[in-house]
């Protein structure tokens, strides 16, 4: 087990102790993750590599603009990737922070939405599969889709991006797609 996990479990169970006397909404979700070849961001690919996800998010505030809503959202998660690389296997343990911005075109929280993520992530190693991270510490990028249906549960398709944002060379990155299942309580 790497650090990463216990890292994000304690994030996750201190946001979830500070946010619960407050009121707010909250979310639970989980993925099942596949790595991106090097069509997207990413300099290698990563295709063979699967995984799973688990995030916990907390609902900070909405807002509506010219009949849309826009929420933005706080998320703590943890991400596992595996992948053969050299006649083994490589693991990949990600533990992230980042703020979200969730939008539904129509003027209901219900139906189809997008969303954009931004935050920062601990990568547990400098390398996977070949890719030189330079770094533990990286940026994380998510663009999102899905659909929310009435009673809470949702289900989104979502890109991740994970690089150094070119504050050090090299800048390769790590690009994986998930779908996700989400429930509000």
Not at 29 to 42: D, E, F, M, N, V
Request: glycine share 12%; hydrophobic share 40%.
């Amino acid at each position: 087990m790497s650090r990463s996990l216990p890292l994000a479990l304690l994030i996750m169970l201190t946001a979830g102790h500070a946010f619960a006397d407050s009121g707010g909404r909250f979310e639970v979700s989980t993925a099942g993750l596949k790595g991106l070849g090097q069509t997207a961001i990413q300099s290698k690919s990563i295709a063979d590599s699967s995984g799973w996800g688990a995030s916990l998010a907390y609902h900070i505030k909405d807002v509506n603009l010219r009949n849309c809503w826009w929420q933005l959202w706080t998320q703590v998660s943890y991400s596992e990737l595996r992948g053969e690389h050299h006649d083994g296997t490589e693991a990949q343990d990600i533990a992230e922070i980042k703020a979200v911005m969730r939008w539904y075109p129509d003027n209901s929280f219900n139906g189809y939405f997008a969303e954009f993520g931004l935050g920062g992530a601990h990568l547990s190693n400098t390398e996977y599969n070949g890719i030189p991270l330079d770094t533990n510490l990286n940026f994380a990028v998510q663009f999102s889709g899905g659909y929310r249906w009435g009673n809470g549960l949702m289900f989104s398709l979502r890109y991740s991006h994970f690089s150094n944002a070119f504050t050090n060379e090299p800048n390769p990155g790590l690009d994986f797609a998930g779908a996700n299942l989400h429930f509000s309580f």
